[in-house]
């Protein structure tokens, strides 16, 4: 069993900077795609971006695209959300995910699910 462990979130001003972390335990974690996805007030959770196991490719959704970069440690079991340039837009319960057979933006395709973290951010 893989437990995802998120942190990092909190309440930032528009335009502020955030690193969200995510360690992994259990299970083999340098085979596994990891994404990320938030989930806002009223709202269906949203895929943010996407690792592949070795880090050499991400992918993000257009809103995000220029602004927040994934990166991972193998070494650490740990997957990275830096967050720049925040907007209110950007407030929701942050979750990472963990993919056995290689992520993508379409949710059923993770196997594991982080609890989340909540990013605030003020205009």
């Known amino acids: 069993q893989v437990h995802l462990a998120e942190s990092g979130g909190g309440l930032v001003q528009a335009g502020g900077s955030l690193r969200l972390s995510c360690a992994a335990s259990g299970g083999t974690f340098s085979s596994y795609g990891m994404g990320w996805f938030r989930q806002a007030p009223g709202k269906e959770r949203e895929f943010v971006g996407s690792i592949t196991s070795s880090g050499g490719r991400t992918s993000y959704v257009d809103s995000v695209k220029g602004r927040f970069v994934i990166s991972r440690d193998n070494a650490k079991n740990t997957v990275y959300l830096q967050m720049n340039n925040l907007k209110p837009e950007d407030t929701a319960v942050y979750y990472c995910?963990?993919?056995?057979?290689?992520?993508?933006?379409?949710?059923?395709?993770?196997?594991?699910w982080g609890q989340g973290t909540q990013v605030t951010v003020s205009s």
């Open positions: 995910a963990a993919a056995v057979r290689g992520g993508s933006a379409w949710i059923p395709r993770y196997d594991y």
